[in-house]
């Protein structure tokens, strides 16, 4: 039995009056057994976080593992040029062992950026797979879907094999995932709509990214893209829409009431061009959490600093500094992650009976020191060097900055320096 001792903990958890006060934690295996002051029974290890903060791991709803090894290469390019250009035609020639190095690079980004969760769509999954349970993140996963290349079929098959082999795993849970309106047929994405309601599983798409693919959605339905949701059977399904840059008020209108999550990717979609979304409207409507996209786009997995541009783009974006708040982000990055990939009651919070996903700042470096506003600051300021402390299903991944991992870093380094030697130079 572990216990986390004398840390300024933010709970997540609404049920209680303050955002954040001095407890204790007590975790037994997996689960979290007791949040109180002061506990004084007996114990196994005591984590000392006195001076520290102790919070929810993050939670990334949105992101691509596997492209850690395209990281930052989107300069000066628009989202379908980059895809055509740059990225399919280095994806084409991907191995799984490729995938299995470049995943589990990010993996171990994520543990050091204290997430303790991703949502993930790719392909090569067995390399995935390979790296999540060796650095035992916990993920919501699937590989992509598409028909646009004839292979629709084959992939779906592919995905019914990952399922039944891995769908008992602790950590791993699955997601039914195609690409895009614009590389599934109509049929191909009702067959994947009935695919994810035999399995109970969510639906995971890139939806409404910029305002092209809105136009050719709207050419290839004749009709708002809400409604072609609606005509494919995708309003019965627990839905997770990355991007949804651009929704109509009548898209939204339909989707309120309904099990729709919008995942904001706001670097990714600055740097691609495609818009910034009003999600300070949006969260009338559907459930708002955030992701990083993969690296590609998104340049890293540190959810911190995509947290501070999200709500600095808000009170940008309607000129209003009241209309978001640092905590609102935070909920984006915790319990609506959790809320979105149906895990709401295993993590996002620290509560009794949820699973032990933690992470522990050290805010005493000059960098973020000091610690007035706390909840602004941790969302504006945290730096990567900031987390002390990753816990996962109850298991320390990193203490004390360093990785408790076998992975070792300069051999992994290496790897991807020959891979991209390979592929890209």
């Known amino acids: 039995m572990k216990v986390i001792k004398n840390g300024t903990v933010i709970t997540m958890d609404e049920k209680r009056e303050k955002k954040y006060e001095t407890l204790d934690i007590v975790i037994e295996e ?13 114990s196994d290890e005591i984590i000392d976080a006195k001076g520290k903060i102790v919070m929810p791991g993050l939670i990334n709803s949105h992101t691509h593992l596997g492209m850690s090894i395209f990281r930052a290469t989107n300069d000066n390019l628009n989202l379908d040029d980059w895809l055509t250009k740059k990225i ?49 993140v916990r993920s919501l996963f699937s590989n992509c879907l598409m028909d646009s290349d004839g292979n629709g079929e084959k992939r779906i098959e592919t995905f019914r094999k990952l399922y039944e082999e891995n769908k008992n795993h602790p950590l791993i849970s699955f997601s039914v995932a195609p690409h895009a309106f614009y590389t599934c047929s109509k049929d191909y994405l009702k067959r994947c709509s009935d695919l994810a ?58 989707l309120k009431g309904k099990e729709v999550s919008f995942v904001h990717n706001p670097i990714s979609n600055l740097n691609l061009g495609c818009g910034i979304a009003d999600i300070s409207k949006y969260r009338d409507y559907v459930n708002v959490c955030l992701g990083t996209d993969g690296q590609g786009s998104g340049n890293n997995m ?17 000129k209003n500094p009241t209309i978001f708040s640092s905590y609102e982000v935070l909920k984006m990055a915790t319990i609506h992650g959790a809320k979105a990939l149906g895990v709401d009651h295993l993590v996002g919070s620290i509560e009794k009976g949820k699973k032990a996903d933690l992470i522990i700042l050290d805010r005493n470096q000059i960098e973020t020191y000091p610690t007035v506003d706390l909840i602004t600051n941790v969302v504006h300021n945290t730096l990567p060097s900031n987390v002390d402390t990753t816990i996962i299903n109850g298991e320390v991944l990193m203490k004390d900055r360093k990785l408790l991992l076998s992975v070792k870093e300069e051999e992994l380094k290496q790897k991807i320096e020959r891979i991209i030697e390979r592929l890209m130079k």
């Not at 997996?30 to 007996?42: A, C, F, H, R, S």
């Not at 540190?302 to 309607?318: C, P, R, V």
């Open 30 to 42: 997996d689960t979290i057994k007791e949040v109180l002051p002061n506990y004084q029974g007996p």
């Open 197 to 254: 309601l035999e399995l109970n599983l969510p639906f995971h798409i890139h939806f409404c990214e910029n305002i092209e693919e809105v136009e050719k959605i709207k050419k290839m339905y004749q009709k708002d893209p809400v409604e072609a949701l609606e005509e494919v059977g995708l309003l019965r399904n627990k839905l997770i829409l990355a991007h949804a840059t651009f929704i109509s008020d009548d898209g939204l209108r339909k």
């Open 302 to 318: 540190n959810l911190f600093y995509h947290m501070s541009i999200t709500d600095l783009l808000q009170k940008g974006k309607q």
């Open 88 to 136: 399919w035609p280095i994806e084409d020639n991907l191995t799984v062992d490729d995938v299995y190095y470049s995943t589990l690079l990010s993996c171990i980004e994520m543990i050091k950026t204290g997430t303790t969760m991703s949502n993930d769509m790719y392909f090569h999954c067995d390399g995935s797979i390979k790296a999540l349970k060796e650095t035992k």
